[in-house]
């Protein structure tokens, strides 16, 4: 089977063959197209080398890259919230319904990436048959971080003589992020080592507001409104 990739490298468009060798087998387009960069994936380093050097020489390509490990990205959200109401009818000068909630949100964020092995840890540059650099990973590394989120609310919508309506509350929002202790294995460029917990700033924010509602002269055809609100944000 052969195939052609177009697509992005390096967030430039050009035009990209791609090898995905496994032992000595060579997966490529038919009829293979001229490309501005040949990209050996994963396989044998020496088959590898000899079969894109080989469609260098055919004038395939100017530029063969040998990529690195792929990275395995991984993002996780728990989400729980929940609300509660009560009316309350003819309570401290009027009609009351009370509302309260909150939001919770547990984040992970992980990308990993595994060593090649056998294969090595590393990317191989050719510029025209050329050398031209050699570009160490520190593979394998599995780096994790985290995220917490409260939030809280309460509101209070209060009817007064059915003429004027205040809708007044407050919100409690709590964000803490962090990157917890974690280890990493040795590789073929690196040593094993262990990192300590980064936090980062926690915010703790308020955010008090009110609306108003008149109704001038009960006949609910002029009503006068007003509301405000503010946000205060500590670390």
Same mark, same amino acid.
């Given at each position: 089977?052969?195939?052609?990739?177009?697509?992005?490298? @390096?967030? $430039?468009?050009?035009?990209?063959?791609?090898?995905?060798?496994?032992?000595?087998?060579?997966?490529?387009?038919? *009829?293979?197209? !001229?490309?501005?960069? $040949?990209?050996?994936? %994963?396989?044998? @380093?020496?088959?590898?080398?000899?079969?894109?050097?080989?469609?260098?020489?055919?004038?395939?390509? !100017?530029?063969?890259?040998?990529?690195?490990? %792929?990275?395995? *990205?991984?993002?996780? #959200? $728990? @989400?729980?919230?929940?609300?509660?109401?009560?009316?309350?009818?003819?309570?401290?000068?009027?009609?009351?319904?009370?509302?309260?909630?909150?939001?919770?949100?547990?984040?992970?964020?992980?990308? &990993?990436?595994?060593?090649?092995? &056998?294969?090595?840890?590393?990317?191989? +540059?050719?510029?025209?048959?050329?050398?031209?650099?050699?570009?160490?990973? +520190?593979?394998?590394?599995?780096?994790? %971080?985290?995220?917490?989120?409260?939030?809280?609310?309460?509101?209070? #919508?209060?009817? $007064?003589?059915?003429?004027?309506?205040?809708?007044?509350?407050?919100?409690?929002?709590?964000? #803490?992020?962090?990157? *917890?202790?974690?280890?990493?294995?040795?590789?073929?460029?690196?040593?094993?080592?262990?990192?300590? &917990?980064?936090?980062? *700033?926690?915010? #703790?924010?308020?955010? !008090?507001?009110?609306?108003?509602?008149?109704?001038?002269?009960? %006949?609910?055809?002029?009503?006068?409104?007003?509301?405000?609100?503010?946000?205060? @944000?500590?670390?």
């Amino acid at each position: 089977m052969r195939r052609f990739v177009a697509g992005f490298f @390096t967030g $430039i468009a050009v035009s990209c063959v791609l090898l995905v060798l496994v032992g000595h087998v060579l997966d490529v387009e038919d *009829p293979l197209k !001229p490309a501005d960069v $040949i990209v050996a994936l %994963s396989g044998d @380093t020496g088959a590898r080398t000899e079969t894109a050097v080989e469609l260098w020489r055919r004038a395939y390509a !100017p530029l063969i890259i040998f990529a690195g490990a %792929s990275e395995d *990205p991984k993002e996780q #959200n $728990i @989400t729980s919230n929940g609300t509660l109401s009560w009316y309350r009818p003819d309570f401290f000068h009027g009609h009351h319904e009370f509302k309260g909630g909150y939001e919770f949100v547990d984040s992970f964020i992980g990308r &990993a990436r595994e060593s090649h092995g &056998a294969v090595g840890d590393f990317q191989l +540059n050719f510029r025209n048959g050329a050398p031209l650099q050699v570009v160490t990973f +520190n593979f394998p590394v599995k780096p994790v %971080s985290k995220s917490r989120y409260l939030g809280l609310y309460v509101m209070d #919508n209060w009817v $007064i003589g059915r003429r004027l309506t205040l809708n007044v509350g407050t919100r409690f929002a709590h964000d #803490n992020g962090f990157i *917890p202790e974690q280890c990493r294995g040795a590789g073929q460029f690196a040593v094993a080592q262990c990192y300590d &917990a980064v936090q980062f *700033p926690i915010w #703790n924010s308020f955010a !008090p507001r009110i609306h108003a509602s008149l109704d001038l002269f009960g %006949s609910g055809r002029t009503v006068i409104k007003a509301a405000g609100a503010d946000s205060t @944000t500590a670390g």
